[in-house]
């Protein structure tokens, strides 16, 4: 893991990306903790923010990109630290609040317009749309499907 690159606020951009296409910009701890996993591989960001590519769900990322997507147990059980932190982090900015259970979206920081915020930041928020589509399904099943075991 390249540090980085790889960091907490980049943690909270990606954080904002799924609150900002999650259904009433709320979406529980467990899906927020898959999302650093997701949005911190380069071959993952790029199959999600490719405007050619159609997400049906996770199952379907996972067959139709095994490699990309077969090694999301192993970043997160190397994430989960900086995903927490980065939960924090959001908190502390005034991007979200956990409340019972959920963190919820309160202000927008970071802005697609922005060409300050860097490269790796862009794509984030470009794959918000589709990455807010796979974690529309249960939580269990996203566990499930990534084969990761609590």
Known sequence: MNRLSQNEVLGVVAIQSALE???AGRLSVGKIMLVLPLLFDKATRSVLKNKRSVVLGSRDLLMSNPLG???VRGRFEDLTITSL???VLAQEVG???LDD???ILKNRIFSR???KIGGIALDMLECGP???HILKEDCADLYQTFRIAL
């Open 21 to 23: 296409h999650a259904e």
């Open 69 to 71: 997507f077969s090694t």
């Open 85 to 87: 932190n980065s939960i």
């Open 95 to 97: 991007l979200a609040k």
């Open 101 to 103: 259970e959920a963190l």
């Open 113 to 115: 317009d922005s060409t």
């Open 130 to 132: 589709k990455l807010g």
